[in-house]
């Protein structure tokens, strides 16, 4: 049944596509539609509470049927076609170079299939608000003791969402982020085109995109850095081709809109790279224009804000704030503005990308610069006046200890040898005269950079920030591809090809959560402990705890997820829906104990969440704390019934 939501997208793409587009161009297209309509009938059935199997099914047999008509009609008048879109006549080597590609996409996808969503934030907010939506059919706010399940934006697990119930669990809920791979690299190669490169510059451009470390990394889990990358490469697509027009096509404005608003209706650091690009429309057709701008402009706005609409009010109604809590304000939000400061965020955030020796794999030749290096930013600190752990521009406090080396973690892997290139693309095309005089270039690389440097300014410094610049490494393949194509010849451009795709296969194959060639790897090891990756530590007692609650009779479980005020995200929730999910074919419900209470207790006064009455309480707490004795809830105690550091189980006092 998942295969209903594929069908869609391929059904659009026809409606799209016609011999004087570009297919790629029809892609995107595709993909923006879909996007709309995802979220704008999953907002509908979340009003009405009907995110059921049922509607969902029928929502998405509607959709193909009606999808199906209209390129049936159009067929008929003669306006589309059956035909797939013509080849292009390629060399052998780039076609070698585009196998290179098709394998590490091929493979990327085998991994999402097989290994189960098992990353940090997928265990504790990703794939946790995915099954609380579907439990309580709606995608409003509920009680919890993790607020990111419900405060930051929600497109990529909305498509999850689809994908698990339309399947009946999550095994096709990496492929969210491998088809957002797959669209950012169709995407990139279109804009390099756009931008003026041939097609070894396209090709190039392919390449660099495929073969990035977090990229390959990431794309087979659940994180969301791909989606909103996907969106900001069909931003900057169409505000491309918006450009030559001196009053913009009604279809692109929508175009660019959408886009925008699926950008940050997706992971709100689209904000700020998308920003830069709406910067960059705006002032060419306020030039152009003049005060009939304001027709464009408030087409995008109708459209930006009637896909984000939904989540605003939620959080506005929960929080007081359309985007974020305070707790994330002080995670995240520069506390000090200056000129010092900014520097060392710049420095730091390349920083994150500088084991080229190890990356190489030269170490045994060539001692790895990363000692080095960060002797050096510690020098340049010096005199900039900053301490570099400053809690004030880095979060966690002292949580930057220098230029990190080579890693095969999803969540801080660096892409060294890309920014590089990135590097010496931008170099050349600041001393080589031809290239300046391309305006449009200059222009999207300004725009590329901006989103870089607003990064640095209004975000502090995270030991996992890396993954924030996967949109900015992709957008800028097109500007490298460009660049190069026009400079140098084909055999260089090919070798830094072929050393890109070489290099890259180690992070195919070594992902550290999701490993191919380790002893125990996602082909020997079964997918319940592949959940725990991370942490295997969590094995046992989290089997042992749910094979207990499976004993008794039991269908309604709260989990009482730590006692801080402000959880540090430690307590991990998904597993435990997974492992209890079949129980004697018993249906278990799952709500939160909030001890103590946050913001959003005030939902236990709603239904259905005022309705929760659970039989038994799973704790989890840091190891050093003792197992919790006793609990009360809603009037009713509960008492410690088994324990395992660090879980206990709590059943309802009989007397």
Known sequence: MAGLVLLSLAILWGIFHNPERDWRSSVLSAAVSWGIILTLTTEILSIFRLITFGWVLALWLLINFTLGWVYYRLIKLGKRSLHLPT??????????????????????????????????????????????????????????????????????????????????????ANLVQVFSMIGSIIGASLIAKQLGADKRGQIFATVFCATLPMGILQSSSTQNDYVVCFWLVCLAHFVLLTLPYKNPPTHLVLSIGASCGLAIFTKSSGYIFAFPFMVWLFVWYINQMRWKMWKPAVIVAAIFFSLNIGHYLRNFDLYGNPIATAEYSVEYKIEIYSLPTFISNIIRNLSLHNDIVRHL??????????????????????????????????????????????????????????????????????????????????????????????????????????????????????????????????????????????????????NKYRPIAATNNIFNTSRNELYFTNRPQLIKPFFEATEFI?????????????????????YWEYPIWILLKNNNNQVIKFGHILNPANLSAVKYQVYPYNQFKPCAILAIRPGKEPPVEAMNFKNRQYIKAWTSNPITVLLLNPS
């Open 87 to 172: 080849i292009p006549q390629i060399t052998p080597i780039s076609l070698v170079l585009l196998a290179g590609v098709a394998f590490i996409v091929t493979t990327v996808t085998i991994i999402a299939i097989v290994a189960p969503p098992n990353n940090w934030d997928s265990m504790t907010y990703h794939m946790a608000r995915v099954v609380h939506w579907i439990q309580n059919r709606s995608l409003a706010h509920y009680p919890t003791y993790y607020s990111a399940q419900l405060v930051h934006p929600p497109f990529a697990e909305i498509a999850i969402l689809h994908l698990q119930i339309l399947s009946g669990g999550d095994r096709f």
């Open 361 to 510: 794999g030269l170490q045994g030749f060539i001692t790895p610069f990363t000692g080095v290096l960060t002797k050096l930013v510690k020098i340049i600190h010096g005199f900039l006046g900053v301490n570099m752990t400053d809690s004030r521009i880095t979060h966690p406090p002292n949580s930057y200890n220098g230029v990190p080396g080579l890693s095969f973690d999803e969540n801080v892997a660096g892409n060294p040898l890309h920014l590089l290139l990135i590097l010496i693309a931008i170099a050349i095309f600041i001393f080589y005269g031809k290239l300046r005089n391309n305006k449009k270039l200059l222009a999207y690389i300004v725009a590329v950079t901006a989103g870089f440097l607003l990064l640095c300014w209004m975000l502090k410094l995270q030991p996992y920030q890396s993954r924030h610049h996967l949109s900015l490494f992709v957008l800028s393949g097109a500007f490298v591809g460009t660049v190069l194509c026009n400079i140098w010849n084909r055999y260089l451009i090919t070798f830094l090809a072929v050393i890109l795709l070489v290099t890259s296969m180690q992070f195919v194959f070594n």
């Open 550 to 570: 499976k004993t008794t009779t039991c269908a309604d479980v709260g989990l009482s997820l730590g006692a801080e005020k402000t959880p540090s995200a430690q």
